[in-house]
């Protein structure tokens, strides 16, 4: 099978190159093809004929895209919309990745694929727009949404908490908005999985992301007794959101129902502590 993976450079790219090494990969940077350029798309995609895509590129600057309104909406609209397009031409599955932010966090319980969207800001419309324009138009498509997605490589919160908790005596950090943290090791590892049992009768939106639930200020605390035990963890300090300045409002409650995939693909999950330890 010939998959082709955008975003090769990002956490979830770079670990999906590391998980479906066995398979016949075409890794696409923004270099070799620029999700801005919508006829560049098509070329590629025309030329390489996979038989399999899966976008993991998209524009997740939640701040700037306040500024970069029609930038966010080309990369995580125009851009998987035409993806969806040639994939329905081809008759292939796509495979494409959403949020978490196309919530607005209000729920008290965890969030199921059929709750109604509302995103806060520019980031989740745009992402939310990805998901309708995708579909639109219809064929083998999986949207996928996750959330406080982390790794090893690029920018993310466990790379932040480490460098800083290694730098700082003291850290402050979010303690009233509520999510799971989702590394991109198990998102590559459930794909893998997933791959095998793609059909025309399981497409649709599903969430993806581990079991459990934690503050910013949890997930920080734990970074911190796995990369520096020598940090004294009292001097990680509990902030309401409030006190943190961003353009962008976040969403409190950001928690998934992952009930539904585990269910369709028969898919078994661990706690996010667990794949925090092993990363």
Not at 48 to 53: E, F, G, M
Not at 152 to 159: A, I
Request: with cysteine.
């Amino acid at each position: 099978m010939k998959i082709m993976i955008t975003g090769i450079n990002g956490q979830v790219g770079h670990a999906l190159m590391q998980q479906l090494a066995e398979y016949d990969l075409i890794g696409l940077t923004r270099k070799d093809c620029d999700l801005s350029k919508l006829d560049q798309i098509k070329r590629t995609l025309d030329h390489y004929k996979p038989d399999l895509i899966i976008n993991s590129a998209a524009y997740t600057q939640v701040d700037q895209a306040e500024e970069e309104k029609d930038l966010a909406f080309m990369i995580n609209r125009d851009a998987p919309k035409k993806m969806a397009e040639k994939a329905h031409e081809y008759e292939i599955p796509f495979i494409h990745f959403s949020t978490d932010f196309v919530f607005d966090g209000v729920k008290d319980t965890a969030y199921n694929e059929n709750d109604p969207t509302n995103p806060l800001g520019v980031y989740g419309l745009s992402k939310l727009a990805g998901e309708q324009a995708i579909q639109d138009v219809g064929g083998q498509y999986y949207i996928l949404r996750t959330s406080w997605i982390y790794s090893k490589v690029g920018q993310n919160f466990f790379l932040t908490i480490k460098s800083l908790s290694q730098k700082q005596k003291e850290l402050r950090v979010v303690s009233d908005q509520i999510g799971v943290p989702t590394s991109s090791y198990f998102i590559a590892n459930q794909i893998k999985k997933m791959i095998i049992q793609l059909r025309p009768n399981n497409i649709g939106i599903y969430n993806l992301v581990p079991e459990g639930k934690c503050s910013w200020y949890e997930f920080a605390k734990e970074i911190i007794i796995k990369t520096n035990p020598a940090f004294d963890i009292n001097n990680v300090i509990p902030i309401h959101s409030d006190q943190y300045a961003a353009k962008a409002k976040r969403p409190k409650n950001s928690v998934l129902d992952n009930s539904q995939i585990k269910n369709s693909f028969m898919l078994k999950f661990d706690d996010w502590k667990s794949e925090l330890l092993k990363l």
